[in-house]
């Protein structure tokens, strides 16, 4: 059945806020391989799901069988206002981004369901085990950089990605529809470092990485500061904890320095009343975790545990020499339900008298 796109649809599709959106053809996945080469050794069990479906990554029958297309959107991270009192990655800056994103491509599914003959699809917004920067690519979103970001042409790196699976083939439709279709994506650029912009000696991205995470041999989670405080839950070893210096959650040191990103000002803006805007260090050590995970509700920190947060926020304090709020680590380091906070505020307590 084939059905002319229309402008009524061509303007729906507008009117969704996407700030990019592509479609991936459902072929075989070209970078399983390197995927299952690269957790063949021991992960820790906060990542254990990475090898749990390894294999529903080399396609998408695992998915939804039938899967002939993966819409692939991308929405662009807005930067943190001045005033947010603790410092966050920029994910988190947009509330949460599965939320959003997942309420877009539900209204896309609904538009392209009225125009094509769609029986099946499904959202996933890291909600499913799939290769989604390689979608990405394939979808013409942009290139995978030595940082191992998706790097947009336009947007750089501080995206958000969702994919909406259908079983009908939209390939076909080019850009009729305001929808990017690519089939002559090059090898070339689902390879980490097809970024381009850096000379292969001086790559930005590898200097700014304060733990060597990033180095010319490639990513090491082990040693990487976002997955210490977003993922991992118990106590942060040296020197990770001195080098995730004000960092409260997550990095970015390593997006931050990319010239891909440097360019302009983001269009989005943080919503008024983001969860995040507000919090203070004292809130964070002194609230409870039900408390605390009230506050956080309608971020995409609401559903880690709040302890890791509390954890954090007791280095950051250490790092950033923080005398308004060394008390608190006192407290934390008597009276905290959770042994792994308070045996990283008693660490920090000492730090803060001997640096
Ligand atoms: S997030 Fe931070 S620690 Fe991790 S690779 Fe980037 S710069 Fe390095
Ligand atoms: S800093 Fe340079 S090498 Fe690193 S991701 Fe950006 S463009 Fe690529």
Redesign the pocket.
């Known amino acids: 059945m084939v059905i002319i796109a229309d402008s009524s649809l061509r303007q729906e599709i507008l009117e969704l806020e996407f700030d990019a959106l592509g479609v991936a053809s459902a072929n075989p996945s070209k970078t399983w391989p390197a995927y299952m080469q690269a957790i063949a050794n021991p992960v820790p069990p906060q990542l254990e799901y990475l090898r749990r479906n390894a294999s529903c990554r080399s396609g998408f029958d695992d998915i939804m069988p039938g899967t002939q297309s993966i819409l692939c959107c991308a929405i662009e991270l807005p930067l943190f206002r001045d005033d947010t009192p603790c410092h966050y990655a920029r994910f988190c800056a947009i509330g949460d981004y599965h939320q959003v994103i997942r309420e877009q491509l539900s209204k896309l599914d609904i538009i392209l369901r009225k125009h094509f003959p769609i029986k099946n699809s499904r959202i996933c917004v890291d909600t499913a085990p799939v290769l989604e920067r390689e979608l990405a690519v394939r979808a013409g979103l942009g290139t995978i950089?030595?940082?191992r970001?998706v790097?947009h042409p336009h947007f750089g790196?501080f995206i958000a990605l969702g994919e909406l699976f259908i079983d009908h083939d939209l390939t076909i439709w080019r850009n009729d529809i305001e929808i990017n279709v690519c089939h002559d994506i090059p090898d070339s650029a689902y390879v980490p470092?097809s970024?381009?912009?850096?000379f292969e000696s001086e790559?930005?991205?590898?200097a700014?990485c304060p733990t060597g995470a990033?180095s010319q041999a490639g990513y090491d989670f082990n040693r990487c500061i976002a997955y210490w405080t977003t993922q991992h839950k118990g106590m942060i070893p040296a020197p990770i904890d001195r080098a995730i210096g004000n960092c409260l959650w997550g990095c970015d040191r390593?997006?931050n320095?990319?010239?891909?990103?440097t360019h302009k000002q983001p269009i989005r803006k943080m919503p008024d009343a983001h969860p995040l805007h507000k919090l203070t260090l004292s809130e964070i050590l002194t609230l409870s975790a039900r408390q605390l995970r009230k506050r956080l509700s309608g971020s995409c920190i609401a559903d880690a545990h709040p302890y890791m947060l509390q954890r954090n926020a007791c280095i950051v304090i250490a790092n950033t020499h923080d005398l308004a709020h060394a008390s608190l680590l006192g407290n934390i380091a008597e009276t905290h339900d959770c042994d792994w906070v308070r045996e990283t505020a008693k660490k920090m307590a000492a730090r803060m008298e001997h640096p």
């Not at 320095?257 to 990103?261: D, E, I, Q, T, V």
């Open positions: 950089g030595f940082n970001m790097i790196s470092g970024c381009g912009c850096c790559r930005r991205c590898i700014a990033l390593c997006q320095a990319c010239p891909r990103n």
